[in-house]
């Protein structure tokens, strides 16, 4: 049975649509944005342990300004990112996707390693597949019909690309189970790996060495429980930390702010709307 895209709230100035049904592609999940009908919006983007695709058709366009002072319109594509980035711009309608590491080195056509820091054009990346899809996003006439088109294309490009070693995908999963616990060096020996070996090839394929993965899951973990409204000590605690100021230093590594103002940002409420059930980057 044909599902229906339902809207699920706004926060900060963006409407969240989603589909009743999750993704038929493995390792893939979407949401429809639209922002800045009413005045401009303007959010800062916390990392998270997946790739994101935008696929735009507004009149935007939405621009993101990167930590490293680069700064992308339209359709484009982020890689993991090490701080925060801040997106911005009037009347913006896209499809976001989330992809987990496993499927992006496919749908991609490349490696995440490639986009390490990094917000490119997804132009740049795709070629012609990046014009088609907005072209056909902007000519459909439902938000349903857009995450129809958005997934056979991934779909396409996911069945043809370059995989990922089935070891390197178990590796990552239980990184995902243990939110990022599990000890690299142990993963290595059940995969029957050497340490080198393992952090050569994860890294090449996944886009992060192994330990900034797990570190990466960590803390977005940490933060998502954080802007729940539960306390720093208790997270820390709960999450493996060796105390509360390991906790703030990793949040300030990964956002350059404070735990007290992390918690505060409004696309981690947008997190909690857009990406119901398991998401990309995490376990249960």
């Known amino acids: 049975m044909r599902s229906t895209a339902h809207e699920r709230g706004a926060v900060a100035g963006w409407g969240v649509v989603r589909s009743s049904r999750p993704s038929l592609v493995a390792g893939v999940s979407m949401a ?15 990392p998270h342990p997946a790739v994101t695709l935008v696929l735009e058709f507004g009149n935007g366009p939405l621009v993101v300004d990167a930590a490293t002072g680069r700064q992308q319109r339209g359709n484009l594509v982020a890689g993991f990112l090490h701080d925060a980035v801040r997106v911005r711009g009037e009347n913006i309608e896209c499809v976001q996707v989330r992809l987990s590491p496993v499927v992006a080195r496919a749908v991609l056509g490349a490696s995440p390693s490639e986009l390490d820091r990094t917000v490119v054009a997804l132009d740049d990346v795709w070629g012609q597949d990046a014009a088609r899809i907005r072209q056909q996003l902007g000519d459909a006439t439902s938000w349903q019909d857009r995450f129809v088109l958005a997934e056979a294309l991934l779909a396409r490009r996911a069945e043809t690309g370059p995989s990922v070693d089935p070891q390197i995908a178990w590796v990552w999963d239980r990184i995902l189970v243990s939110r990022g616990r599990a000890r690299v060096e142990d993963l290595a020996a059940e995969v029957g790996w050497s340490r080198r070996r ?4 994860f890294q090449s394929q996944i886009g992060l060495p192994p330990k900034r993965a797990a570190r990466l899951v960590r803390f977005d973990h940490a933060a998502h429980r954080l802007a729940t ?13 060796v105390d509360q100021s390991h906790l703030h230093r990793d949040v300030r590594a990964f956002t350059a702010m ?6 505060d940002q409004p696309w981690l409420a947008v997190d909690g709307i857009a990406w119901t059930g398991p998401g990309v980057g995490e376990s249960d």
């Not at 393992?198 to 090839?201: E, G, H, K």
Request: no cysteine.
């Open 198 to 201: 393992l952090w050569s090839r």
């Open 258 to 263: 404070t735990p007290a103002t992390v918690v």
């Open 229 to 241: 409204g539960e306390g720093a000590a208790r997270v820390a605690a709960d999450s493996g930390y």
């Open 32 to 46: 429809g944005f639209r922002g800045g009908s009413a005045g401009p919006v303007d959010v800062r983007v916390v």
